[in-house]
């Protein structure tokens, strides 16, 4: 500091006290105080609340309280909002040494959402419901402070001496040497604050406030960091939680898959004993099949031999069989009576079969249906045109031997 800073002047002022009642009868409580500090972002100074905004005045410190202080021996409770300030205006520097500056006084504004009981021209503390919507505005110079706390009046040296006695509750540094950081914590706490309360922008902007509907994690930055610690406490126990959610789901996926695997067996086995039951019942319609042609076979050799013993002069014709007088050929979509015959005995086979498969089929399960006909009428007819034309072969290789 220079050998000119050196001679300025210095004041400490109390700006709002802990539970002191002012002239009208208003007493704030530290976290009101704190809400109301924690808004300040321009501060300007006049002297009798003429709003005619001064120069030559710098604020040296300004923080909340930590321990009771004394201003010209009067006790200021801990938790007030003291200030430090440096003037060099000369009208402030004649009004202090004449006497006609005896005090300060705090001029708030208001954002859009503050409440009120009533308005008047001068609105008291205790009529403003929310108190972190004021928001600090001017600092005016007065021979009647509304707090009717005095302010004290330091030379530099005074200053750095009274900076030293603090020095311990305030970080342990000379007070001189933490006027920087001190300011900077107070505007970090405003900054939480606002954050933690939902605070709104200043109403001289003219741009319409949006409201923060943040929920509140305590009422100062303590309350703020306490939360916040007893919120780690819980990852520890949130993260054995989830183990435990992920061990059992794991097991729960193990269950599943033998299960699942225990039901394909299960289906495997069902399949092949359907197929067992199928190709019992093939077995048994291929017997009764063999049965029905040998009679047939029967049947047909001893008419064939009755025909040649009533035709003794045709024995060696037998070759003529298959035509006519004509030479054409039969008429192959008309079916002989035997034809007819022979088809219906194999429809009826086909029914039974298929009967025989349904009730041998297991009702939750669908193994694969062994058809050995095809199903459509016109493909059975031409088994059946097949199967006649078969026999008649066979029938003229008998005849011929």
Do not use: C
Not at 23 to 29: G, R, S
Not at 49 to 72: A, C, F, P
Not at 95 to 107: A, C, F, T
Not at 239 to 260: G, I, L, P, W, Y
């Amino acid at each position: 500091m220079s050998k000119a800073n050196q001679n300025n002047i210095f004041i400490k002022i109390a700006v709002l006290i802990n539970g002191i009642p002012d002239y009208k009868d208003t007493a704030l409580t530290q976290r009101e105080i704190k809400e109301i500090q924690a808004n300040t972002q321009q501060l300007n100074f006049d002297i009798e609340h003429s709003h005619n905004y001064l120069s030559g005045i710098t604020t040296k410190q300004s923080y909340i309280s930590k321990v009771d202080e004394k201003i010209r021996g009067k006790t200021v409770p801990k938790g007030s909002w003291i200030m430090i300030l440096e003037i060099t205006n000369p009208t402030i520097l004649a009004g202090l040494q004449n006497g006609d500056i005896k005090g300060v006084s705090l001029e708030t504004d208001f954002t859009n959402d503050v409440q009120v009981k009533g308005f008047t021209e001068v609105i008291p503390y205790k009529d403003v419901e929310t108190k972190e919507e004021m928001i600090p505005h001017v600092i005016s110079f007065t021979g009647s402070p509304a707090n009717q706390y005095p302010l004290e009046i330091m030379t530099h040296k005074q200053y750095t001496m009274k900076s030293k006695k603090y020095a311990q509750i305030y970080g342990g540094k000379d007070m001189t040497d933490v006027n920087a950081d001190i300011e900077e914590k107070t505007w970090l706490r405003g900054i939480v604050d606002k954050f933690v309360t939902g605070q709104h922008t200043m109403k001289s902007t003219a741009v319409e406030p949006t409201q923060v509907n943040q929920p509140s994690m305590g009422g100062n930055t303590d309350e703020l960091i306490n939360s916040l610690i007893e919120s780690q406490k819980t990852i520890p126990s949130l993260a054995k939680s989830f183990d435990a959610v992920v061990e059992s789901n794991t097991r729960m996926s193990e269950e599943f898959n033998k299960m699942n695997s225990t039901l394909e067996q299960v289906l495997i086995r069902e399949s092949n004993t359907a197929g067992q039951n199928d190709n019992a019942n093939d077995k048994v319609d291929g017997d009764d099949q063999k049965d029905d042609d040998g009679k047939d076979k029967d049947k047909d050799t001893d008419k064939n031999k009755d025909q040649v013993d009533d035709n003794p002069d045709n024995k060696d014709t037998n070759t003529d069989t298959d035509t006519n007088t004509d030479g054409q050929e039969p008429d192959d979509d008309a079916l002989t009576p035997e034809e007819e015959e022979t088809l219906r005995k194999l429809q009826e086979k086909q029914a039974r079969h298929t009967r025989k498969n349904m009730a041998s089929t297991p009702p939750q399960l669908t193994p694969p249906t062994f058809t050995p006909f095809n199903t459509t009428e016109e493909d059975m007819n031409m088994q059946a045109k097949q199967y006649m034309a078969n026999r008649t072969f066979e029938h003229f290789m008998k005849g011929g031997q």
